[in-house]
C-alpha cells in the first residue's frame, strides 16, 4: 500500500513536470499562433520528449519511476530558468483561459449545442472504459503490451530472444509501445496502460480542428469533420485496444497542422515542431518512414527559400533534421546492432544494397496463402474491406472521402502549400499501401490491414469540409451528413465488446468521475492558500487511483475471459494466467510452443503478473544451447532433430525456471513434461495440445 501511494505521487509529479516543459516550449516556440495549434504544439512536443528521455534512459539501463522523475526534474528547471525566462508561457496561460471562456460563450448561443452535448456523452464510455481495461487484443497480449512491459522490467532493455516471432519483434520499430510502456512505469503495472489509447485519440481530435482551420476551414465544419474522422470505425474500435494507430495518427497529423503553418505563415516554432511531430510518427511504424521523410523533405526545401543568409538556413534545416533523427534512429541501430542491417527483419533492398534481413519465420510467414476468395483480385478485397462497417472505414466515411475530391479546388487557391502537403500525404499512404513489402497483408488481413490507409483518409475527411463552406447550398447538406455521420458512427459501436462485468464496472467509474470532477472544482475554487489546494487535489487524485485498482484487480481475469475490443479471442490459457497472476510470488517462466505459420500465438502478456513480478523468457531445447529458428520445413526438421531433453532441463533448473508455458501448436517440450510426472507438474492444460507445468526440485 505504501509503494503504490509513493508510486501515485511521483507519478503525480513526473507528468506534472512533462507539461511544465513541454507547455514552455510550445509557448516559446510557437508565439502568437491560435491556440488550439498552439495546444498541438504541446502535442508534438510532449510525443518527443518522451520518446528521447525513454532513449536516454534505456542508454543508461535507467528507465524506472525514480531515474525518470529526477531526469524531467532536472529539465523542468533548465526550461523555466532559460526558456520561460521571458513570461511567454504566461502569457498563454492568460490566453487559454480566455479562450475556454470564449469556447463557452460560443457553445451557449450556438444551434449545434445540442450535437455536442451527445458527441460529449457517447464518447464519455469511449474514454473512460479504458481505465478498466488490462491488454485484450491479440497484438497487444502478444506483442505491444509484451514489449512495454518488459521495457518497465528490465529497466529499459528488452529481454525477448528466441524462435517465432521472438525472433524478429526486439528489431521492429516501437515508438508506440513507448507511450504504453510510459504509462506502465507509473506503477509498475497496467493500471493506466489502456487509458493512452483514449488521451491519444483526444489529442487527435484537437490536431484535426487544427489541421482544418490552417486549411482556411471555419466553424462549425472544422469541428464537424474533426468529430467525424475521430469516429472512423476503424480507428474508433482500436481505443483501449493498446494498438499503435492512435499514436501514429496523433503524431501524423500534428506534424501535417504545424508543418502547413510554416509552409504559409512561415512559422519557425511550428516548423522545428512539425519535424519533432514527424520524426515521433515514423519511429511508430515502418510503412509511415517514407511518409514523414516526404513531409520533411518539403519543409525542410521550404525552409531553404526564405529570406536569411545562407548558413542560417543551412543551420534551421540541419536543426529539424537532427530533431526528426533524434527520435528515429535508435530503431535503425537497435537493428544494425543485433542483425548487420538497420531495418531488419524487412527484406528490403535499395540500389541493390541490402539494408534489411529477414528471419527465417518471417520468410515463413510471408509465404503463407491468401485469404481472397478464388478469382477475387488484391484491389476487390480492398473495395470489401473500405466498405466493411467494422474492422474497415465503413461506407459512410468512404462517401466523405469521395466528397473530398470535389473540395480540393476550392482550397487550392488560397492554400496552395498546405494542401500541397496533405495531398502529397495521402498520395505516398495509398502509394505505401501497395508497396510490394505490404503485399501480405493486402492479400491476406485487407480487413484489418486498411488501418495502414487511415493517414490517407483522415486528412480526406478534413478537406470534404471545404464543401460545406464554398458551396452553401449543398453544403448545408454535406454538414448534417457529417454530423448525423458522426452520432450513426459513434453509437453503431458503443457497447461492441462490452460484456456484462465490464458496463457494471464501467457505470460506477462514471458516477465516482462525476463525483470526482465535483470533488476538483470545489477544491480549486477553495479560498485557501494555493500550496494547501494542491495538496488537497494531490490526495484526491491519490485516492482515485488506489479505487481505480482496487476495482480492476478484481475484474481483471472476468474481463480478460468475457470482453473483448476488435475482435474476440479464444482465452484458452486463461486458467494456467490466473495461476501465476498474484503479485506476492514472482514466477520465472519459460515459454514455448510448436511452429506455427501464423506466428502470433505466444500470448505472453498475461503471464507477466499484474504487477509485472514475472519474468518470461525462451530456453532453447538445441543440444548446443543455441537459439534454432522456425520456419520452412527444413528448419523446422532441424529444430526437431537438434531438441535435447537433457539440456534443456539442466538450463531451466541452472536459470531457476519455476514454471514452463508450452502454447498451441504442441511443443516438443510438452510430451516431455507429460512423460516425466516426477519432474513436471500439470497445474494447467489439455494432453497432447498445451499446458503450464511446475518444475520441480529433484
Known amino acids: 500500500m505504501l509503494n503504490f501511494l509513493a508510486r501515485a505521487v511521483l507519478a503525480q509529479l513526473l507528468v506534472g513536470e512533462a507539461f511544465v516543459i513541454c507547455y514552455v516550449i510550445s509557448s516559446r516556440l510557437l508565439g502568437h499562433v491560435p491556440t488550439m495549434l498552439r495546444w498541438v504544439g504541446l502535442v508534438a512536443s510532449a510525443g518527443w520528449l518522451a520518446s528521447l528521455t525513454f532513449h536516454l534512459l534505456a542508454a543508461l539501463g535507467a528507465f524506472h519511476l525514480l531515474g525518470a522523475t529526477l531526469l524531467l526534474g532536472v529539465l523542468t528547471a533548465a526550461v523555466l530558468g532559460g526558456c520561460a525566462a521571458d513570461g511567454s508561457w504566461r502569457r498563454s496561460l492568460a490566453r487559454d483561459a480566455r479562450f475556454l471562456r470564449w469556447v463557452r460563450r460560443r ?93 491519444e485519440w483526444i489529442a487527435l481530435g484537437f490536431a484535426l480542428v487544427a489541421l482544418a482551420r490552417e486549411l482556411g476551414i471555419r466553424e462549425p465544419y472544422a469541428s464537424a469533420a474533426a468529430g467525424f474522422a475521430l469516429v472512423v470505425p476503424t480507428l474508433r474500435i482500436s481505443i483501449g485496444a493498446g494498438y499503435v494507430e492512435a499514436a501514429l495518427l ?180 495509398w502509394a505505401t499501401y501497395h508497396a510490394p513489402g505490404l503485399e501480405l497483408v493486402r492479400r491476406s488481413f485487407a480487413s484489418s490491414g486498411v488501418r495502414f490507409l487511415l493517414p490517407a483518409l483522415l486528412p480526406s475527411v478534413i478537406v470534404s469540409a ?102 474476440p479471442i479464444h482465452p484458452y490459457w486463461l486458467e494456467a494466467a490466473a495461476i501465476v497472476d498474484p503479485p506476492q510470488r514472482a514466477h520465472r517462466i519459460a515459454v514455448t510452443s510448436g511452429p506455427w505459420q501464423d506466428l502470433d500465438n505466444w500470448v505472453v502478456y498475461p503471464f507477466l503478473g499484474r504487477a509485472f513480478q514475472n519474468q518470461v523468457l525462451y530456453v532453447p531445447v538445441s543440444g548446443d544451447g543455441a537459439v534454432h529458428h522456425f520456419g520452412l520445413a527444413p528448419l523446422n526438421d532441424e529444430y526437431a532433430r537438434t531438441a535435447d531433453l537433457v539440456r534443456w532441463e539442466a538450463q531451466l533448473r541452472e536459470q531457476a525456471f519455476t514454471e514452463v508455458m508450452s502454447f498451441r501448436p504442441p511443443s516438443i517440450e510438452l510430451p516431455w513434461m507429460e512423460s516425466h510426472p516426477a519432474r513436471f507438474r500439470r497445474l494447467a492444460g489439455e494432453t497432447g495440445d498445451w499446458g503450464l507445468f511446475a518444475v520441480l526440485k529433484p
Open 466 to 567: 471545404a464543401f460545406c463552406r464554398f458551396l452553401p447550398r449543398f453544403g448545408r447538406a454535406y454538414f448534417l451528413f457529417l454530423l448525423a455521420g458522426t452520432l450513426f458512427q459513434l453509437l453503431l459501436y458503443l457497447p461492441y465488446g462490452l460484456s456484462a462485468p465490464g458496463a457494471r464496472a464501467l457505470v460506477v467509474l462514471l458516477l465516482c468521475l462525476a463525483v470526482g470532477v465535483a470533488a476538483a472544482r470545489w477544491i480549486v475554487l477553495w479560498p485557501v492558500r494555493t500550496g494547501y489546494r494542491a495538496a488537497a487535489l494531490i490526495a484526491l487524485f491519490t485516492f482515485a487511483l488506489l479505487a481505480l485498482k482496487i476495482l480492476r484487480d478484481d475484474l481483471r481475469f472476468e474481463l480478460f475471459r468475457r470482453e473483448f475490443l476488435i475482435h
Open 107 to 199: 457553445l451557449r448561443r450556438s444551434p449545434q449545442r445540442w450535437f455536442v452535448l451527445a458527441f460529449f456523452a457517447a464518447s464519455l464510455p469511449i474514454v473512460v472504459r479504458p481505465l478498466i481495461l488490462p491488454p485484450l487484443a491479440w497484438d497487444s497480449l502478444t506483442y505491444h503490451a509484451v514489449k512495454a512491459a518488459m521495457w518497465v522490467q528490465n529497466s529499459g532493455r528488452l529481454e525477448m530472444h528466441g524462435p517465432g516471432t521472438w525472433s524478429y519483434y526486439p528489431n521492429m520499430w516501437a515508438g508506440g509501445e513507448v507511450f504504453t510502456s510510459w504509462a506502465m512505469l507509473l506503477f509498475h503495472s497496467d493500471l493506466l496502460a489502456m487509458e493512452v489509447d483514449a488521451v
Open 250 to 429: 496523433v503524431m501524423a497529423v500534428s506534424a501535417l497542422a504545424l508543418a502547413v503553418r510554416f509552409l504559409e505563415r512561415g512559422s519557425l516554432g511550428a516548423f522545428y515542431l512539425s519535424a519533432c511531430a514527424s520524426g515521433v510518427a515514423a519511429s511508430v511504424k515502418f510503412p509511415f518512414f517514407p511518409i514523414s521523410s516526404l513531409a520533411l523533405a518539403v519543409c525542410v526545401a521550404r525552409v531553404i527559400t526564405l529570406q536569411a543568409s545562407l548558413p542560417t538556413r543551412i543551420a534551421r534545416a540541419a536543426a529539424a533534421v537532427s530533431l526528426f533523427a533524434l527520435v528515429l534512429a535508435p530503431w535503425p541501430w537497435n537493428a544494425y546492432r543485433e542483425t548487420g542491417f538497420p531495418f531488419s527483419p524487412l527484406p528490403i533492398e535499395l540500389l541493390g544494397k541490402r539494408l534489411g534481413e529477414a528471419t527465417p519465420e518471417m520468410e515463413w510467414y510471408m509465404e503463407q496463402p491468401g485469404s481472397a476468395a478464388p478469382g477475387e483480385s488484391e484491389w476487390g478485397q480492398l473495395r470489401q474491406a473500405l466498405v466493411d462497417e467494422r474492422m474497415g472505414p465503413g461506407l459512410t466515411t468512404m462517401l466523405a472521402v469521395a466528397v473530398s475530391f470535389a473540395a480540393w479546388p476550392f482550397l487550392w487557391r488560397r492554400h496552395r502549400l498546405g494542401l500541397l502537403l496533405v495531398g502529397s500525404t495521402v498520395i505516398a499512404t
